[in-house]
Each structure stands twice: as structure tokens, then as C-alpha cells.
């Protein structure tokens, strides 16, 4: 089944911004994704310094999806959708760059969907929700979409 900005969007309610091709079918990406202030890293390339905690609470994430962040200053959602059943989420994580929001485990293509981005989906495996920080000299700082 060929998956698209439209029915996912109807899916979670949530709208895209109208220059975004509705019908385009959604790429499902095997490795980083990278959405303006937020970046998905397959969990076994940051294993080592990224981890869930040994009680973790974990939710399944719901059809109309879950929201892992939201732009800066109450911008726009970056919204974790799955199929149910799929796909479960945690936010009791240990990162040693205090970079990790959460963790999220899937069986099936999860997708990850904002307003001015669009989607991507993530195939089945585990993946580390982090914030991104962008460098300038000697300071760094959270990027803010």
C-alpha cells in the first residue's frame, strides 16, 4: 500500500502547507532522517551512548500519532504516526549528549510528519528521537524551526 501526504494526513488530523505535493507517496528512508530541529538516528548507530531506562514506560503510539516536539516557540508538531499495533514510544532515556526526547520501537514503517516537511517513514527497528544543535564557534545551540 503506497502511502501519502494526504492520507496521512487525514489519518492524524493534522494539515500540511499547501506547496506540499498531497499525492506524493512517502519515501520510507533505511538511516537518518533529519527534520528542521529534529533528527532520527537508527538506535544501534548511538547505542553506546543512548539508552532506554530498565523500567521504561513505553506507549503505543496511536493512529492520529503522537507529537515528539514542537517548533520553537509553539511552532509547528513533529508527529510520530503507526499503524496500531506497530509501533511503541518511550521518553525515559539516558543520552550522554542530552540530545535523546525518546526512543521508538517499530514493526512495521512508521512515519514521521510536519506541516512545512512533509514525511518520511522508518522502516521496521528502533530508532533515538534527538534535538539537533547546529555550531557557531565555540558555542552550540538547539536549531530552531
Not at 511552532?75 to 503507526?82: E, R
Not at 511503541?88 to 543520552?95: G, I, K, L
Not at 520501537?105 to 512533509?118: C, D, F, I, K, Q
Amino acid at each position: 500500500m503506497t502511502v501519502t501526504l494526504a492520507s496521512l494526513s487525514q489519518q492524524t488530523g493534522l494539515t500540511v502547507l499547501d506547496h506540499l505535493e498531497q499525492a506524493a507517496s512517502i519515501p520510507v528512508v533505511d538511516g537518518l532522517q533529519a527534520q528542521g530541529d529534529l533528527i532520527v538516528i537508527p538506535r544501534s548507530v548511538v547505542a553506546s551512548s543512548v539508552r532506554f531506562w530498565t523500567a521504561a514506560s513505553w506507549t503505543d503510539v496511536p493512529p492520529e500519532g503522537v507529537e515528539l516536539l514542537r517548533g520553537a516557540a509553539g511552532g509547528n508538531p513533529h508527529t510520530l504516526v503507526a499503524d496500531p499495533g506497530t509501533c511503541r514510544w518511550t521518553t525515559d532515556v539516558s543520552d550522554s549528549d542530552g540530545l535523546a526526547i525518546g526512543i521508538f520501537e517499530t514493526s512495521a514503517v512508521a512515519y514521521l510528519l510536519h506541516p512545512e516537511h512533509g514525511a518520511t517513514g522508518c522502516p521496521p527497528g528502533a530508532y533515538v528521537v534527538r534535538r539537533q544543535r547546529e555550531h557557531e564557534g565555540r558555542r552550540a545551540r538547539f536549531v530552531a524551526d
